[in-house]
């Protein structure tokens, strides 16, 4: 009876404790931030690798490559919110070799990402092993603790082209104009696209022309050789901002598509079936040849009767 007194009581002593350390911390413990910056404040975000490493600035409200191509605000802003936000709860490892073991010191880390607002540096972090899906090992660079997030190096690649902003070469606002340097000019007027020549033209199908300019989309930094391109085209476009030329170069090899802005200073990788929607002739952009089926048919049976009498 008395054991059974001392066993609840026990038990009691640990509620209460229990009770009283919930009370104090304000309720459930909840992951506190891993990092300690505004997003909105930073215009600077470095992110070295292994072998490279890449700097990307913000101008305005865009953010610009270190070749001055503009990148993809979308995902940049996206990434640094991501960091901003992500919470760590109990250290994972806190010695030196655990450091190494996980790859998060300077002398042997996967990636280095540092942020700035101004000269101010608001974060500096390394990044290392994965120790599951989606998640990685992280350490502060002046701290010792070793935290396990939900990130992935994957996300903050050292490649020009994976900041690139794949909407760069498209019109701004609706084309006006189009012309096929050496073959053909479409005009838009009102609503309706004619050609000088006055051939006519299937709206629809113009229309789903102009869409491929407008929705045009790159996927890399090319370095091609222009000059060994097996066919050159040129469009000379007319949007809001005016009239710019469009170069778009393809390779037998390998089916390559590369195009090429005045009003940009690089030369940019095309897929393949974006490409190939590229070239049209005016005859593709035409009406439909309708054939008189009913014709086709009596003329079928005039041959018909021509074959009875012969025989």
Do not use: C
């Given at each position: 009876?008395?054991?059974?007194?001392?066993?609840?009581?026990?038990?009691?002593?640990?509620?209460?404790?229990?009770?009283?350390?919930?009370?104090?911390?304000?309720?459930?413990?909840?992951?506190?931030?891993?990092?300690?910056?505004?997003?909105?404040?930073?215009?600077?975000?470095?992110?070295?690798?292994?072998?490279?490493?890449?700097?990307?600035?913000?101008?305005?409200?865009?953010?610009?490559?270190?070749?001055?191509?503009?990148?993809?605000?979308?995902?940049?802003?996206?990434?640094?919110?991501?960091?901003?936000?992500?919470?760590?709860?109990?250290?994972?490892?806190?010695?030196?070799?655990?450091a190494k073991r996980f790859e998060v010191t300077?002398?042997?880390?996967?990636?280095?990402?540092?942020?700035?607002?101004?000269?101010?540096?608001?974060?500096?972090?390394?990044?290392?092993?994965?120790?599951?899906?989606?998640?990685?090992?992280?350490?502060?660079?002046?701290?010792?603790?070793?935290?396990?997030?939900?990130?992935?190096?994957?996300?903050?690649?050292?490649?020009?082209?994976?900041?690139?902003?794949?909407?760069?070469?498209?019109?701004?606002?609706?084309?006006?104009?189009?012309?096929?340097?050496?073959?053909?000019?479409?005009?838009?007027?009102?609503?309706?696209?004619?050609?000088?020549?006055?051939?006519?033209?299937?709206?629809?199908?113009?229309?789903?022309?102009?869409?491929?300019?407008?929705?045009?989309?790159?996927?890399?930094?090319?370095?091609?050789?222009?000059?060994?391109?097996?066919?050159?085209?040129?469009?000379?476009?007319?949007?809001?901002?005016?009239?710019?030329?469009?170069?778009?170069?393809?390779?037998?090899?390998?089916?390559?598509?590369?195009?090429?802005?005045?009003?940009?200073?690089?030369?940019?990788?095309?897929?393949?079936?974006?490409?190939?929607?590229?070239?049209?002739?005016?005859?593709?952009?035409?009406?439909?040849?309708?054939?008189?089926?009913?014709?086709?048919?009596?003329?079928?049976?005039?041959?018909?009767?021509?074959?009875?009498?012969?025989?």
């Open positions: 009876m008395k054991q059974n007194f001392l066993i609840g009581l026990f038990v009691v002593q640990v509620l209460v404790i229990a009770l009283f350390l919930l009370t104090q911390s304000g309720g459930v413990r909840s992951p506190e931030a891993f990092l300690d910056f505004d997003a909105a404040s930073v215009d600077r975000f470095v992110i070295a690798g292994k072998d490279e490493s890449i700097e990307l600035t913000k101008d305005g409200e865009q953010w610009v490559l270190p070749d001055g191509n503009p990148a993809d605000v979308e995902k940049v802003e996206r990434v640094i919110g991501k960091l901003a936000d992500i919470g760590a709860d109990w250290p994972v490892a806190t010695t030196q070799s655990a300077q002398a042997s880390f996967q990636k280095q990402i540092s942020i700035y607002s101004g000269e101010n540096m608001l974060a500096d972090l390394y990044l290392g092993t994965s120790p599951s899906f989606r998640r990685v090992h992280a350490r502060q660079v002046n701290d010792g603790d070793i935290y396990s997030i939900e990130f992935s190096n994957f996300e903050v690649g050292t490649s020009l082209s994976g900041w690139l902003d794949r909407n760069l070469l498209q019109p701004s606002g609706s084309i006006q104009s189009f012309e096929r340097v050496g073959a053909y000019k479409l005009v838009k007027e009102e609503g309706k696209w004619t050609t000088e020549s006055d051939t006519e033209l299937d709206e629809s199908k113009v229309r789903s022309y102009m869409d491929r300019f407008e929705s045009l989309s790159v996927f890399e930094l090319s370095d091609n050789e222009l000059a060994e391109a097996t066919s050159t085209t040129q469009f000379a476009i007319e949007d809001d901002q005016g009239f710019f030329l469009l170069t778009i170069y393809h390779f037998d090899v390998a089916d390559a598509w590369v195009a090429v802005s005045d009003r940009r200073g690089s030369q940019y990788g095309v897929a393949t079936y974006i490409g190939s929607q590229l070239i049209k002739d005016l005859t593709d952009l035409s009406p439909d040849i309708e054939v008189d089926v009913e014709s086709d048919s009596e003329s079928d049976d005039d041959m018909e009767e021509i074959l009875i009498e012969t025989d």
